[in-house]
């Protein structure tokens, strides 16, 4: 299992920037992709960006443009980054960092909270 711990949130007014840090740690050589996932109250995890091994990465329609994932890792840890520019008032919600291949097995960090207002 990969232990994780998300940071970096906080307040921020529309049009401004913030930079997530996830520091994983455990049996990270076996990881193929990991990803940042977001949450508002009453719905799941929705996956909003994911980098592969090989360092692909995808993004959610919504913040293609203005996020930017990254990865520093070797075969035990691992610490994964969420450069978020020209942040939305929709983007406000608890952002955690997770697995995607494998899926995640039901264990999430604590996650980090963004809220975009004025």
């Known amino acids: 299992q990969v232990s994780l711990e998300e940071s970096g949130g906080g307040l921020v007014q529309p049009g401004g920037s913030l930079r997530l840090s996830c520091a994983a740690s455990?049996?990270?050589?076996?990881?193929?992709?990991m990803g940042w996932y977001r949450q508002v109250p009453g719905k799941d995890h929705d996956l909003v960006a994911k980098?592969?091994?090989?360092?692909?990465?995808?993004?959610k329609e919504s913040v293609k443009g203005r996020f930017i994932i990254s990865i520093a890792r070797d075969n035990t840890n691992g610490t994964v980054y969420l450069q978020m520019h020209n942040l939305k008032p929709e983007d406000t919600a608890v952002y955690f960092c997770?697995?995607?291949?494998?899926?995640?097995?039901?264990?999430w960090g604590k996650g980090t909270l963004v809220t975009v207002s004025s």
């Open positions: 997770n697995t995607v291949l494998p899926a995640p097995d039901g264990y």
């Open positions: 455990g049996r990270f050589f076996s990881i193929n992709t």
């Open positions: 980098i592969s091994t090989g360092g692909t990465t995808t993004y």
